[in-house]
């Protein structure tokens, strides 16, 4: 076999071994994008963009508000650096697809205070969603909910008829947005939460449920008496139905035909610490 013909059966075979490596090659590159696609996630994202199973939580707190005005919010765990929309929404909605009410970056992260305007199209509701969310395919976002009434210091009656009692509140004395966060959780066993504004002489209906619901027709670990109002805590068992579940939704409610609701979530693991607003 001449010189020729044998370069010509090499270059063939080795046409072939490149065809089957670079076979093997496209196969094994999707591969390698997808675990590296994992490796350069940010911290606190996911590839479906719910909460991650770090503790630092991007959350958001109401301080006051003036009824069909406006509203302040206080965040904590923010990520740095990070242009946050600002949506409000009807309640239940959590302000997805809401009305635009502004920006904020959060510069050098963690908490700040910002205030933005009631739209109109919201003015006069009863319960309001709000919500700051970053833009890009896995978002940071925090979300929460006020009562569309000015807040304001309670103050006490200053002639009471039985000067002897102590003096408390009533209901219609109260102004305000019930809250409340977890300060403790023991897992599968009980969470603690600690009430802020509560008002006052109230029954609170406590139930949890899975994480979502909000606790809405969950399952009912205790009741809550106000008392006085403004912070309490209390410790509930978790029921034998969520025991295994990652997160929790609680909720504390009254009776009424129009109830004061307050309701949060955790983490289904043992914590000391504050948790995320739901």
């Known amino acids: ?19 089957k490596t670079a076979g093997r090659m496209r196969r094994f590159v999707p591969f390698a994008l997808l675990a590296l696609a994992f490796l350069i996630l940010p911290a606190g994202s996911t590839l479906i963009g719910e909460a991650s199973s770090s503790s630092a939580v991007p959350m958001i707190e109401i301080l ?5 005005s406006s509203v302040t919010i206080r965040t904590a765990n923010f990520p740095a650096n990070t242009t946050f929309t600002v949506t409000m929404g009807p309640m239940g909605t959590r302000g997805v697809n809401g009305t635009v009410v502004g920006t ?17 199209g919201l003015k006069g509701s009863y319960q309001i969603s709000i919500r700051l969310q970053s833009s890009g395919p896995f978002p940071y976002y925090s979300y929460n909910w006020f009562y569309n009434n000015s807040t304001g210091a309670m103050v006490p009656p200053t002639q009471p008829e039985a000067p ?28 603690t939460i600690e009430t802020n504004n509560f008002p006052p002489n109230q029954t609170f209906t406590v139930t949890m ?7 809405v027709n969950g399952t009912v670990v205790g009741t809550l008496e106000s008392g006085s109002g403004g912070k309490l805590t209390g410790t509930y068992q978790i029921p034998n139905n969520l025991k295994g579940h990652a997160q929790i939704s609680i909720r504390a409610q009254t009776s009424h035909a129009n109830p004061y609701i307050a309701y949060n979530w955790f983490w289904n693991y043992d914590a000391n610490t504050a948790m995320a607003t739901q």
């Open 164 to 191: 002897s009692q102590p003096e408390t509140l009533s209901a219609l004395d109260y102004s305000g947005i019930p809250s409340f966060n977890i300060t403790a959780v023991n897992r599968d066993t009980s969470a």
């Open 64 to 68: 006051s508000v003036v009824r069909d």
């Open 104 to 120: 904020v970056n959060s510069g050098t992260g963690g908490s700040f205070d910002a205030t933005f305007s009631i739209p109109t």
């Open 1 to 19: 076999m001449s010189l020729n013909r044998l370069q010509f059966k090499k270059s063939v075979s080795s046409g072939k071994e490149m065809v």
């Open 209 to 215: 449920g899975p994480m979502g619901t909000r606790g």
